[in-house]
């Protein structure tokens, strides 16, 4: 799939169009089977942009193991795509959002109830792909959704509560984030005929990318960016605890301590500064930057199991995406 002569970024700009195409196709498909209102709901949220990450990953998963056939693996591309869909969906419903990539979201023109209907759908259209696999993959699939579901709970009765730790932290971040990079990279290496084993060192490659990934939304969120379709701050005002706030309440004593407890308690928009410059005193913005680093290093390592080839160049141009986000 992978285009030699152009560009890595091109290169992953033209599977990025392929799977698009491939989303395009099929929502226009159920609308043509009479899917009417849902469909073109989910379309509005499915087709809205976004970086394609997990089907990309996919993709070039399947390629560096050896896979010769784009198309093999291209139905569990979209899976992924279409589950991650869903849990975004379901994700803005819990947190009151009423934009997503630039576009208003589900539950603020239809309605909590068609929203939460509409996730639904999503997933079955995602597992209904999946299902076209062997049972191992199906069974990775339907394990990955349940971690997601653990998760969110997990995250849920953890809100603005400055008892979380990092462990707390990184379980919820394996089980909703990074756990789709994992199991879509284990999935896509048995598709093209990988052991078991060495399909699983994919899957570890993802998880890793995918803890960093989070690590750096974390730092986008209290940095700014504009890519993010949200505005700054937006998980400390939804009382979300993310890594750099875990590390600074660990690290501040005293009356430090209590103006961060109380700033994450009651945020308003005007502490933005101040809760900046405490987290610069603990040094959590640059703690969360090494970490990025360390888990990259090993998802890295990962591939070098891997012979040389122009996927796996692009699977590390992708490695090297995820750290410049937060530059």
């Given at each position: 799939m992978a285009n030699i002569g152009l560009e890595a970024s091109d290169q992953l700009e033209v599977m990025r169009l392929?799977?698009?195409a491939a989303l395009e196709a099929l929502v226009e498909e159920e609308l043509e089977n009479d899917a009417g209102q849902v469909a073109e709901l989910c379309a509005s949220m499915l087709l809205a942009g976004g970086k394609r990450l997990r089907p990309l990953l996919i993709l070039l998963a399947h390629e560096i193991a050896g896979g010769q056939d784009a198309d093999e693996v291209m139905p569990l591309a979209l899976a992924?795509?279409?589950?991650?869909t869903a849990t975004l969906v379901h994700d803005d419903i819990n947190d009151e959002a009423s934009m997503r990539r630039g576009v208003e979201t589900i539950h603020s023109r239809a309605g909590l109830a068609k929203a939460?209907?509409?996730?639904?759908?999503?997933?079955?259209?995602?597992?209904g792909l999946g299902g076209r696999y062997e049972e191992k993959i199906v069974r990775l699939m339907a394990k990955c959704c349940a971690d997601i579901a653990v998760a969110e709970f997990h995250q849920l009765d953890h809100?603005?509560?400055?008892?979380?730790?990092?462990?707390?932290?990184l379980s919820i971040v394996r089980g909703k984030t990074a756990g789709?990079?994992?199991?879509?990279?284990?999935?896509?290496?048995?598709?093209?005929?990988?052991?078991e084993q060495q399909a699983a060192g994919l899957g570890r490659f993802g998880m890793e990318l995918g803890v960093a990934f989070q690590l750096v939304d974390d730092l986008l969120d209290l940095r700014g960016d504009e890519r993010m379709g949200k505005p700054r701050g937006a998980d400390v005002i939804e009382g979300k605890m993310t890594l750099p706030l875990i590390h600074a309440l660990t690290l501040s004593h005293g009356k430090e301590r209590q103006r961060l407890a109380d700033i994450i308690e009651d945020f308003?928009?005007?502490?933005?500064?101040?809760l900046m410059r405490l987290l610069e005193r603990s040094d959590s913005l640059s703690y969360a930057e090494i970490l990025v680093r360390t888990h990259l290093e090993r998802a890295v390592l990962e591939l070098d199991a891997f012979p040389d080839s122009q996927a796996k160049n692009l699977m590390l141009h992708v490695t090297n995406y995820v750290m410049d986000r937060h530059l």
């Amino acid at each position: 799939m992978a285009n030699i002569g152009l560009e890595a970024s091109d290169q992953l700009e033209v599977m990025r169009l392929h799977v698009d195409a491939a989303l395009e196709a099929l929502v226009e498909e159920e609308l043509e089977n009479d899917a009417g209102q849902v469909a073109e709901l989910c379309a509005s949220m499915l087709l809205a942009g976004g970086k394609r990450l997990r089907p990309l990953l996919i993709l070039l998963a399947h390629e560096i193991a050896g896979g010769q056939d784009a198309d093999e693996v291209m139905p569990l591309a979209l899976a992924f795509e279409l589950i991650h869909t869903a849990t975004l969906v379901h994700d803005d419903i819990n947190d009151e959002a009423s934009m997503r990539r630039g576009v208003e979201t589900i539950h603020s023109r239809a309605g909590l109830a068609k929203a939460v209907i509409a996730g639904d759908w999503l997933f079955v259209q995602g597992f209904g792909l999946g299902g076209r696999y062997e049972e191992k993959i199906v069974r990775l699939m339907a394990k990955c959704c349940a971690d997601i579901a653990v998760a969110e709970f997990h995250q849920l009765d953890h809100v603005l509560n400055l008892a979380t730790s990092p462990e707390d932290y990184l379980s919820i971040v394996r089980g909703k984030t990074a756990g789709p990079f994992a199991s879509g990279c284990h999935a896509a290496g048995l598709v093209a005929g990988l052991s078991e084993q060495q399909a699983a060192g994919l899957g570890r490659f993802g998880m890793e990318l995918g803890v960093a990934f989070q690590l750096v939304d974390d730092l986008l969120d209290l940095r700014g960016d504009e890519r993010m379709g949200k505005p700054r701050g937006a998980d400390v005002i939804e009382g979300k605890m993310t890594l750099p706030l875990i590390h600074a309440l660990t690290l501040s004593h005293g009356k430090e301590r209590q103006r961060l407890a109380d700033i994450i308690e009651d945020f308003d928009d005007n502490d933005f500064d101040e809760l900046m410059r405490l987290l610069e005193r603990s040094d959590s913005l640059s703690y969360a930057e090494i970490l990025v680093r360390t888990h990259l290093e090993r998802a890295v390592l990962e591939l070098d199991a891997f012979p040389d080839s122009q996927a796996k160049n692009l699977m590390l141009h992708v490695t090297n995406y995820v750290m410049d986000r937060h530059l």
